[in-house]
């Protein structure tokens, strides 16, 4: 009886394999050849998963992304298990996307790569601003959501202050990159920490109420 190909995970190995490249090389590091050597797979093979280099750049980064996504599912489904307030929730989400260690690190370069490469293309271009539009829809719902908690003031917008923490996310993932083991003689996990739960305070200045039953109250 003929194998029935795997391509996903033909597509998979292909972008763990692109990913690990651009981590220890950068965009010049992927090649068709290199690409397949680090796969273990043949050269045919990758092109025809990926004709061209922005298709498997466009690949990883989705990948990338998924693995992100899971990650921050988890923390949602974690914070909502043990009954965890919206920010704290969102703290845990934000620090995700933080280049605090080497998976991290690597699935920053990579994001960092793509977007450097979409400049010039306008298909990746398009991909990229989705994502980013996808970060502040997120963040806005989770704002919104701490609206209907009470932890949000009635009054606040939750769209300026989503592109607010979402460039604030960017900006200091790009800082600890930079400088991974310490920011001024300070652990970079413990300045991330400190920069996001400053500048969740400033957006969620209530208690949250989800939790409290009416004999609480």
Same mark, same amino acid.
């Given at each position: 009886?003929?194998?029935?190909?795997?391509?996903?995970?033909?597509?998979?190995?292909?972008?763990?394999?692109?990913?690990?490249?651009?981590?220890?090389?950068?965009?010049?590091?992927? +090649?068709?050849?290199?690409?397949?050597?680090?796969?273990?797979?043949?050269?045919?093979?990758? #092109?025809?998963?990926?004709?061209?280099?922005?298709?498997?750049?466009?690949?990883?980064?989705?990948?990338?992304?998924?693995?992100?996504?899971?990650?921050?599912?988890?923390?949602?489904?974690?914070?909502?298990?043990?009954?965890?307030?919206?920010?704290?929730?969102?703290?845990?989400?934000?620090?995700?996307?933080?280049?605090?260690?080497?998976?991290?690190?690597?699935?920053?370069?990579?994001?960092?790569?793509?977007?450097?490469?979409?400049?010039?293309?306008?298909?990746?271009?398009?991909?990229?601003?989705?994502?980013?539009?996808?970060?502040?829809?997120?963040?806005? #719902?989770?704002?919104?959501?701490?609206?209907?908690?009470?932890?949000?003031?009635?009054?606040?917008?939750?769209?300026?202050?989503?592109?607010?923490?979402?460039?604030?996310?960017?900006?200091?993932?790009? #800082?600890?990159?930079?400088?991974?083991?310490?920011?001024?003689?300070?652990?970079?996990?413990?300045?991330?920490?400190?920069?996001?739960?400053?500048?969740?305070?400033?957006?969620?200045?209530?208690?949250?109420? #989800?939790? +409290?039953?009416?004999?609480?109250?």
């Amino acid at each position: 009886m003929p194998r029935t190909a795997d391509h996903e995970g033909r597509r998979r190995q292909i972008a763990v394999a692109v990913c690990e490249l651009i981590s220890e090389g950068g965009l010049d590091a992927v +090649t068709v050849a290199r690409t397949a050597e680090s796969a273990g797979i043949s050269v045919g093979l990758v #092109q025809h998963y990926f004709p061209t280099k922005d298709g498997m750049l466009l690949h990883a980064f989705e990948h990338v992304s998924a693995r992100i996504r899971s990650r921050i599912e988890e923390r949602i489904s974690g914070g909502v298990e043990h009954r965890r307030p919206i920010s704290r929730v969102l703290a845990g989400a934000m620090a995700e996307l933080i280049p605090m260690d080497e998976t991290r690190r690597t699935e920053f370069r990579v994001s960092r790569v793509f977007a450097g490469r979409s400049l010039d293309v306008p298909a990746l271009a398009d991909v990229d601003a989705r994502a980013a539009q996808v970060l502040r829809g997120d963040i806005a #719902q989770a704002v919104h959501n701490g609206k209907e908690c009470g932890e949000v003031a009635a009054d606040l917008d939750p769209w300026p202050a989503a592109v607010r923490l979402a460039a604030v996310t960017e900006g200091l993932s790009m #800082q600890v990159y930079r400088d991974f083991a310490y920011v001024n003689g300070v652990s970079a996990a413990d300045v991330a920490a400190s920069i996001i739960d400053s500048e969740l305070a400033a957006v969620f200045t209530g208690e949250c109420l #989800q939790y +409290t039953s009416k004999d609480d109250a």
